[in-house]
């Protein structure tokens, strides 16, 4: 069955720097939830430590909640998503709306926004939400 006929969608979340889970993990939520809200309830945060203190608290202004997406990507539509899209830069987790099954790898080696990716993908992939 296709996740567009799942009430819940599946989220597998990568490289989560938590000594207390595995380095993969799973969890389904409902669809149209915010990827940063879930990351935090999850005890996973998108964030480096300082701005886990200090950040915009998910209004897309301080470019700190960046994960990559490495599966079910959708077209990001926030200014600062779009733009840092563009040049390979992580995706705001905040500017997420999960609507479909989708892998996040965090980013625990970041200083604060993480760094661009070297070899960028291509965006056509990409899913409309
Ligand atoms: S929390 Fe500030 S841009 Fe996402």
């Known amino acids: 069955m296709g996740s567009q006929l799942r009430q819940k969608i ?9 000594p207390d889970v595995d380095d993969e993990w799973v969890i389904e939520v409902d669809r ?6 879930i990351l935090l309830r999850e005890g996973m945060s998108p964030y480096a430590p300082i701005p886990k203190r200090i950040n915009c608290g998910g209004r897309g202004l301080c ?12 077209v990001p539509t ?3 998503d779009k733009i840092g899209n563009r040049f390979g830069y992580p995706r705001l987790s905040c500017q997420i709306i999960v609507n479909d099954d989708m892998t996040v790898r965090l980013i625990p080696e970041k200083w604060i926004w993480g760094k661009r990716k070297p070899k960028r993908q291509s965006s056509s992939n990409l899913k409309s939400t």
């Open 10 to 18: 599946r989220i597998v979340i990568k490289n989560t720097d938590n």
């Open 32 to 37: 149209g939830v915010n990827l940063r809200r």
């Open 63 to 74: 470019a700190t909640c960046g994960v990559w997406i490495e599966q079910g990507e959708s």
């Open 78 to 80: 926030h200014w600062h």
